[in-house]
C-alpha cells in the first residue's frame, strides 16, 4: 500500500488571524487560547503516525515559523495559496502523491493518532472517508488518489449544514464511502461551550 499522506489546513494562533468567529463570541484572547490547544492537539496527533505530513498554511509570512516548536523546522510547510476553500482543497489534492489522501483541519480538539489510523484502514477497502462534525461539516476527508481523481470541492457549501453532504454527492455515483465518529469542530462559541460540556471542565 502506498504511503498515506496528511494534510494539514491551519494558521497560527493569532489575535485577529486564527478563530475569528469564536473571537467575536469569547473574545480574541480567549480564541487565540483555544486557537493554541486546537493546534496543539492536531499536530500532536498528525505527527505521530506512519504517513507523510504536509502543512499547508497560511498566510506566506506563517511558512518560516516554528510557533515554539508546534510547527517542527522538519515539518514540510507549502503556502495554502489564493481563492477559496475550494480552490486550497484541490491545490492540495493536486500536490499530493498518488495514494490514500487525507484532509484536515485544526478545529477539532478530539482529533488523534487512533482515529487517523481509523481513517487510513478505512480507505483500504473504501473509496473515501468522512469524519463528521457535529455542525454538518467535517473534520477529516480522505480519497484514494489515482490517475483519474476529479476535485470533489467544487460548488460545495462551506461553513454550514450542507459541507459534508455537498462533498459525498460530488464523488462518483459508485464510490464506496466510510464514515468515522462524530466529533465537534470548534468554530463558534456555542461548540467550545459544547466541548466543554462533554466533558465537564473548561481547560
Known amino acids: 500500500m502506498t504511503k498515506p499522506t496528511v494534510l494539514i489546513y491551519a494558521k497560527p494562533p493569532r489575535m485577529g488571524l486564527a478563530k475569528t468567529r469564536l473571537a467575536r463570541g469569547l473574545g480574541p484572547t480567549e480564541a487565540r487560547r483555544i486557537a493554541h ?7 500532536r496527533a498528525a505527527l505521530r503516525g506512519p504517513w507523510h505530513v504536509r502543512l499547508y498554511a497560511a498566510p506566506d509570512t506563517a511558512l518560516t515559523g516554528t510557533l515554539g516548536g508546534l510547527w517542527p523546522p522538519s515539518l514540510e510547510r507549502r503556502s495554502q495559496g489564493q481563492g477559496g476553500l475550494t480552490e486550497r482543497l484541490e491545490r492540495g489534492l493536486r500536490e499530493a502523491a498518488p495514494g490514500p489522501v487525507l484532509f484536515i483541519g485544526a478545529d477539532a480538539p478530539d482529533l488523534s493518532t487512533g482515529l487517523l489510523r481509523a481513517a487510513v484502514v478505512a480507505l483500504r477497502r473504501h473509496d473515501a472517508v468522512f469524519g463528521p462534525a457535529r455542525d454538518g461539516g467535517f ?28 462533498v459525498r454527492n460530488r464523488l462518483p455515483r459508485q464510490a464506496r464511502v466510510a464514515t468515522l465518529r462524530e466529533l465537534i469542530d470548534v468554530d463558534e462559541a456555542d461548540d467550545w461551550r459544547d466541548w466543554c460540556a462533554d466533558r465537564s471542565f473548561a481547560i
Open 139 to 166: 473534520w477529516l476527508f480522505g480519497l484514494n488518489k489515482g490517475a483519474q481523481t476529479r476535485s470533489p470541492f467544487r460548488g460545495v457549501r462551506w461553513s454550514g449544514p450542507h459541507a459534508m453532504n455537498d
Open 37 to 43: 490547544f486546537t493546534l496543539s492537539r492536531t499536530m
